[in-house]
Antibody, heavy 120, light 110 residues
Framework: QVQLVQSGADVKNPGASVKVSCKAS?????????IHWVRQAPGQGLEWMGW????????DYAQKFQGRVTMTRDTSINTAYIELTSLTFDDTAVYYC????????????WGQGTLVTVSS | QSALTQPASVSGSPGQSITISCTGT?????????VSWYQQHPGKAPKLMIY???NRPSGVSNRFSGSKSGNTASLTISGLQAEDEADYYC??????????FGGGTKLTVL
């Protein structure tokens, strides 16, 4: 069965960087599916951050995060990553990876979420 | 890209029907039939309920249906059940080749 398993919760200081992983299983990682990243601040709604095409490595980021976010993948271990730099308290959120066939919002499988807390 | 507009909350009694609206612009909801709806229970990841405006994934109850008129998409839940109580989010593709979510709607089953 399809699974997206994310790395565990993390606590970072303001100004630091964080890298969250998303390991895919149950399907061919580099064929037919994009990995998108969506975050949710405590008590708030969902916010789309961008996507990566695991086959080509091509990415597209929401304008809000341009210059601060990098999405990568390691096809040898079927894992996608998101790295966010220059963290502020407003980056405290649950970060989700989600699978979609295209760049449209059809996320059929989601990771369990990774809580990133920015605290001094 | 501004978030799509959803009502903060809706409520209904078991067995009733409710509709949640999702209003965007001619650059997102009105431009494409790429609107999805997600259900999220507390502490859980979102679950896809409707995609491409009207389509239901396998396994999703036919009590859930979607529609669109102009710049507004809608999710209708008929025969409300206690387990439908959750947050619901719409999402749309945009003319900037990005995605945008609605602010979310809390559904309370009375």
């Amino acid at each position: 069965q399809v699974q997206l398993v994310q790395s565990g919760a993390d606590v970072k200081n303001p100004g630091a960087s964080v890298k969250v992983s998303c390991k895919a299983s149950g399907y061919t990682f580099i064929i037919s599916y994009y990995i998108h990243w969506v975050r949710q601040a405590p008590g708030q709604g969902l916010e789309w951050m961008g996507w990566i095409n695991p086959n080509s490595g091509m990415t597209d980021y929401a304008q809000k995060f341009q210059g601060r976010v990098t999405m990568t993948r390691d096809t040898s271990i079927n894992t996608a990553y998101i790295e966010l730099t220059s963290l502020t308290f407003d980056d405290t959120a649950v970060y989700y990876c989600a699978r979609a066939r295209t760049t449209t919002p059809l996320f059929d499988y989601w990771g369990q979420g990774t809580l990133v807390t920015v605290s001094s | 890209q501004s978030a799509l507009t959803q009502p903060a909350s809706v409520s209904g009694s078991p067995g009733q029907s409710i509709t949640i609206s999702c209003t965007g612009t001619s650059s997102d909801v009105g431009a494409y039939d790429y609107v999805s709806w997600y259900q999220q229970h507390p502490g859980k990841a979102p679950k896809l309920m409707i995609y491409d405006v009207t389509n239901r994934p396998s396994g999703v109850s036919n009590r859930f249906s979607g529609s669109k008129s102009g710049n507004t998409a809608s999710l209708t839940i008929s025969g409300l059940q206690a387990e439908d109580e959750a947050d619901y989010y719409c999402s749309s593709y945009t003319s900037s080749y990005t995605l945008v979510f609605g602010g979310g709607t809390k559904l309370t089953v009375l």
